[in-house]
Every structure is written in C-alpha cells, then in structure tokens.
C-alpha cells in the first residue's frame, strides 16, 4: 500500500544508547520531514530532506542526526538519547511546491 | 522567528452546531497555510492547504479563509458530527522547501 510508515511504533531505552527511527514512503515525494510533538509546545521541526543526499537543520537538531541515501528512506538517529528527548516523532513527506504535508503514525519514544 | 497561535485551545460543542477555530500568524510573509487533524494517538492528517494568493478554500462542510495582511485565518466546520471531534492544527510554510511552523493545536468534542 501506497503511503508512509515509521517503525518502531513505540520505543523504550536508556539515557546514552543510541536510538534510530526508521521512516519510509511509497510515493517518491521529493521533501521529507522530521518533527517532534511534546505537551506545551506542540510539533516542531527536527531536520529535513529536499532530496537524496540533501539535508538541513530544522528548530530543534541539537543531538540529532539525519541522512537521506535513497528517496524512499528519511532514517533518525539519537546518537547519546537523553531523557529531554522522549517525545512522540512524527515523520512526513510531500512534493515540492504548494502541496500539502502526509504524515505517518509516529513513533512513541520513551527514555529512561 | 514565526510563531503561530490557535485561540480556543479547546473547544466542547452539541452536535449539528457550526463553528469556527481560529489561528493566527506574526510573520504574514508565508507560501501556505495548512490545517490538519489529529486523532488520539495518530498522526496529521491534512485537511486544507490554503496558498498565500488565495482567500479561501473549501471541502465538504470545511471551510478555510486566510488573510494574510491581518496573519489570520478561520477553519469553519458546518454542521458539527461526533465524528469531527480530533485535535485541529494550523501551520504555515515560510519557506521554500515547505518546512512548516505548527499551532499547539484546538481540541475539539462534539457531543451526540
């Protein structure tokens, strides 16, 4: 089925270890997009992709990382999670232009 | 830095009631402004995308006007269902690669 899907769904580690979050769509859209959403200050941006091998920074990347090999793949590293990183992650994507953003289910993280 | 704002945080109606969620905007120099919905434990799920030319765009009962001088825009539902009741967002892309900047949101209950 055509869409976008994050895996894992929900993820529970320790401060320190080193956490990826796999995100993945079917439509060849060119942006990608990773957000966090968190009580008090709702979604906010984390990194995002133009296109393979083109990244940026986003509001919050500190302790983050991105990477972008193929289209299809928007992959998320923690590379030492700390507990201000548990938060539910939204991945999305969409078309250049004046089109509209398609988000998956998200991945609820957890860090203790 | 742009920083959007949704005015009622929360909303509880009856059914078959119209109404309006509001948002606005401190940077009116954007490309787009999109709502979405959120259903519990879900990801977004966009309803309209309103270009920075445009005055207004309609689905179904949905409704949603922009005027971009004030930085304001209204998302109308008709005829309020049960079925509507999610957390709605408003965004806006002030940039090119259609990075958006999020709303904390409205939730909304409507009651049968």
């Known amino acids: 089925d055509a869409g976008i899907t994050q895996s894992p769904r929900y993820k529970i580690t320790e401060t320190g270890r080193q956490v990826t979050l796999m995100c993945h769509q079917t439509?060849?859209?060119?942006?990608m997009f990773w957000y966090r959403q968190d009580l008090g200050h709702g979604l906010r941006l984390i990194y995002y992709s133009a296109a393979a091998d083109i990244t940026d920074k986003g509001e919050v990347p500190d302790g983050y990382v991105v990477s972008r090999s193929k289209t299809e793949n928007f992959p998320l590293t923690l590379e030492s999670a700390t507990r201000s990183q548990t938060s539910v992650y939204f991945c999305a994507s969409s078309p250049p232009g004046d089109q509209p953003q398609h988000f998956g289910d998200g991945t609820r993280l957890s860090i203790l | 830095k742009q920083e959007v704002t949704q005015i009622p945080a929360a909303l509880s109606v009856p059914e078959g009631e119209n109404l309006v969620l509001n948002c606005s905007f401190t940077d009116s120099a954007i490309y787009n402004l999109q709502w979405f919905r959120q259903d519990p434990g879900k990801g977004l799920t966009s309803l309209l995308l309103?270009?920075?030319?445009?005055r207004e765009q309609t689905s179904g009962r949905l409704n949603a006007s922009l005027d971009k001088s004030s930085g304001r825009s209204t998302l109308y539902i008709a005829a309020s269902q049960p079925g509507d009741s999610a957390t709605y967002l408003c965004a806006v892309s002030n940039s090119g690669y259609s990075t958006l900047t999020f709303g904390k949101g409205t939730m909304l209950l409507v009651s049968p």
């Open positions: 439509w060849s859209h060119s942006y």
């Open positions: 309103i270009q920075s030319s445009q």
